[in-house]
């Protein structure tokens, strides 16, 4: 069953469109780029929420980031494999990833991918998410459940997972 966190915060409604930016300085490829839009396409499918990118990191509302190591919130990044990232509660946007991590963005995760290897898709729905809300799961095959099978792809949001959402949105 899904959960929320310790007072159930959530981005207010007059928020409905939330923005999102990357890091400046972070060169991201076209396909990572379009892997968060993907991401977000899911929550937004299933609630009133709607997400557009904007170029103004200072402005938006969520802020999307690789980092390695501390980087000044602490709670350091662990190099490859541990923690691959972390996102914060509502109102605060803060989405981090590990930027050691070996992420894989095509969708081919396959026998000779790396052991090490990390869908970063998977882990995009999961952080939103957070970001929106919602704890962990204790579903299975929630999104939101607090495991996933290391070189797999879990991208397609549960009943449970839009249950939880829509009691916030
Ligand atoms: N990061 C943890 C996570 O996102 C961070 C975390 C632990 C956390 N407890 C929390 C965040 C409570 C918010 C609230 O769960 S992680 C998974 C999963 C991680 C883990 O790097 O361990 C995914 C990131 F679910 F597979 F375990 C993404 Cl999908
Ligand atoms: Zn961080
Ligand atoms: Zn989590």
Redesign the pocket.
């Known amino acids: 069953h899904y959960t929320f966190?310790p007072g159930k915060p959530r981005w207010s409604v007059s928020d409905s469109e939330l923005t999102y930016a990357f890091l400046p300085g972070n060169q991201l490829a076209a396909d990572v780029k379009s892997v968060f839009t993907r991401a977000f396409d899911r929550w937004s499918e299933v609630t009133t929420l709607t997400f557009v990118e904007t170029d103004s990191y200072s402005s938006a509302d969520i802020k999307i980031g690789f980092y390695s190591g501390d980087h000044g919130d602490g709670e350091p990044f662990d190099g490859v494999l541990?923690?691959?990232?972390?996102?914060?509660?509502p109102p605060s946007g803060w989405f981090h990833l590990?930027g050691e991590e070996n992420w894989v963005t095509s969708g081919d995760l396959t026998s000779s991918s790396s052991t090490t290897a990390v869908d970063l898709e998977?882990?995009a729905?999961?952080?939103i998410g957070?970001l929106l809300g919602l704890?962990?799961s204790s579903v299975e095959e929630a999104?939101?459940?607090?495991?996933?099978t290391s070189g797999t792809r879990?991208l397609e949001l549960a009943s449970d997972d839009i249950a939880g959402i829509q009691e916030l949105y």
């Open positions: 966190f541990g923690t691959l990232a972390h996102a914060f509660s590990d998977s882990v729905v999961h952080e957070h704890g962990h999104i939101m459940y607090p495991t996933i879990k």
